[in-house]
């Protein structure tokens, strides 16, 4: 936890230390039943969503432990790009999987955006990012939004009049 304490965004590390945890039970010594309710306790203590250290959990089980990606080569790509290549490429065989991330330091967004489309890989789920003047856009493919909610005032931002 001092790791997240001190706010250090090395996602790779941050998701070692959790497998060791979860994997040698030692939440259990810090007075948890179950992992799940330690990564709450996390969650209640520091800005980390419990899909988020699901996440790192799963981005250093699969570059770091399976395909044996140095982290250090790792944090020279997103950190979102990084969760898209786990999800779409991971059934890509292992040397094509590490030339993708090699390439990922330097390929800007509409670069990784066709090449998923030219491999077939549609996105369906809306993606939110902070553009380079500071305006946070929501990208929706065809896919069913039922709701966009400012957080701020609770107000809909997007009404579906779709019927369901």
């Known amino acids: 936890e ?3 304490e001190q706010h250090n965004r090395d996602h790779f590390e941050i998701g070692m230390r959790l497998v060791t945890i979860r994997d040698e039970k030692l939440y ?3 007075g948890f039943d179950t992992f799940d309710l330690y990564l709450q306790s996390i969650r209640s203590k520091y800005d980390y969503e ?3 250290l699901y996440n790192f959990i799963k981005l250093h089980s699969y570059f770091v432990q399976k395909l044996h990606i140095e982290p250090s080569e790792l944090s020279k790509a997103p950190y979102t790009r990084l969760l ?3 999800r779409h490429f991971k059934d890509k065989p292992d040397a094509e999987v590490k030339e993708m991330v090699a390439s990922q330091s ?3 967004p509409y670069l990784f955006k066709q090449m998923k489309k030219e491999m077939g890989i549609v996105d369906t789920k809306p993606r939110m990012f902070l553009t380079p003047e500071g305006r946070w856009t929501i990208e929706i493919y065809k896919s069913k939004v039922h709701r966009i909610t400012n957080l701020e005032d609770g107000t ?3 009404n579906d009049t ?3």
């Open 28 to 30: 259990i010594g810090a």
């Open 156 to 158: 809909d931002l997007y």
């Open 162 to 164: 779709e019927e369901k």
């Open 84 to 86: 898209e290549i786990e």
């Open 50 to 52: 419990r899909r988020t």
């Open 106 to 108: 330097d390929m800007p």
């Open 2 to 4: 001092k790791l997240i």
